[in-house]
């Protein structure tokens, strides 16, 4: 959400630069990978979860983000323990086939109630609680936004969850990579496109008329 608070961004900062990228590939690709090559689940999801302590131990050495880097070594390790209790592949994947459905759910009733999310998020930020929803315009921009967060969510269900129960283990894997933390980031940057882009005429400020030119 600190993103959308910026006043510049670039579409790969909006991602979150290489290792953001990097780190969020690893813990889905690697194991597609080794399980392509070894057909063995609990290897494989041991590998995946390897790659990522390796990059979350250099973004906390160099970075000094701890919580980045145990979340996603938390997220890669509960999906390395469903797959290998179930001894299905499939399931090294259910973390990013659910919290899609719940994200999405979350964001849907928030538009709903008219306290769309990303404006809590993002007012939350800059310190202001409730005020920015009796502003129509923000009002309306961040329900855009949150709206732009739904359509993503409801994609990565519809698309994921069909090849979850298939069982389509390598399609399953290239969706959950490329509907993850990538798409992620181009829904952000659509977001701080909207939010700069309607923004800018208030923070322009009004006109100021000179004297004898007008």
Do not use: N
Request: include cysteine; charge should be positive; hydrophobic fraction near 50%.
């Amino acid at each position: 959400m600190g993103v959308l608070t910026r006043r510049s961004l670039t579409l790969f900062a909006a991602v979150g630069g290489w290792r953001t990228v990097a780190e969020a590939v690893v813990s889905k690709a690697v194991f597609l990978i080794a399980h392509l090559l070894t057909g063995r689940v609990l290897l494989s999801a041991l590998v995946a979860v390897g790659a990522v302590a390796v990059f979350a131990i250099v973004r906390a050495c160099t970075d000094r983000k701890y919580w980045q880097a145990g979340a996603g070594l938390m997220i890669v390790g509960v999906s390395a323990s469903l797959a290998g209790g179930t001894g299905q592949a499939v399931d090294f994947y259910l973390v990013s086939v659910s919290l899609p459905a719940v994200a999405g759910t979350v964001f849907l009733v928030s538009m709903l109630v008219r306290w769309p999310i990303i404006g809590g998020l993002v007012e939350g930020l800059r310190g202001e609680r409730s005020g920015w929803r009796r502003d129509r315009a923000r009002l309306r921009r961040y329900q855009a936004c949150t709206a732009v967060f739904l359509a993503k969510f409801g994609l990565s269900v519809t698309v994921m969850v069909p090849l979850y129960l298939a069982g389509r283990v390598t399609a399953l894997g290239i969706a959950a990579t490329v509907l993850g933390t990538p798409a992620t980031g181009l829904c952000a940057y659509a977001c701080w496109r909207i939010l700069r882009t309607e923004a800018s005429p208030r923070e322009a400020g009004p006109a100021v008329t000179v004297p004898g030119h007008g």
